[in-house]
Nanobody
Framework: QVQLVESGGGLVQAGGSLRLSCAGS????????MGWFRQAPGKEREFVAA????????NYAGSVKGRFTISRDNAKNTVYLQMNNLRPEDAAVYYC???????????????WGQGTRVTVSS
């Protein structure tokens, strides 16, 4: 069983940066692939980024590639999302999730956090 708690959201000006954190509990955290998803009002939940349990292999949505970086520190049971050059369209509630294997589909993830809100002003 894995429990996840996101933090680091807030209000930022367009062009600014935020770093989101997702703290996990459970002895098997290091064996899970981790993903970040986001959901804006009236929109479907969409894939943002994912990282294998080893931290070596990563995957990004085209809309964030080159601006966002996913990383993890298994010793701290934590995954991060560094977001640079934020745009108004990045505003959403961001969720972290755990999966047995790396993938981009929300239905393939077993555990979810409650989300942290990111607001981007223009």
């Amino acid at each position: 069983q894995v429990q996840l708690v996101e933090s680091g959201g807030g209000l930022v000006q367009a062009g600014g940066s935020l770093r989101l954190s997702c703290a996990g509990s459970g002895r098997t955290f290091s064996s899970y692939a981790m993903g970040w998803f986001r959901q804006a009002p009236g929109k479907e939940r969409e894939f943002v980024a994912a990282i294998r349990s080893s931290g070596i292999i990563t995957n990004y949505a085209g809309s964030v590639k080159g601006r966002f970086t996913i990383s993890r520190d298994n010793a701290k049971n934590t995954v991060y999302l560094q977001m640079n050059n934020l745009r108004p369209e990045d505003a959403a509630v961001y969720y972290c999730a755990a999966s047995r294997i790396l993938n981009t589909r929300a239905t393939m993830y077993d555990y979810w956090g409650q989300g942290t809100r990111v607001t981007v002003s223009s």
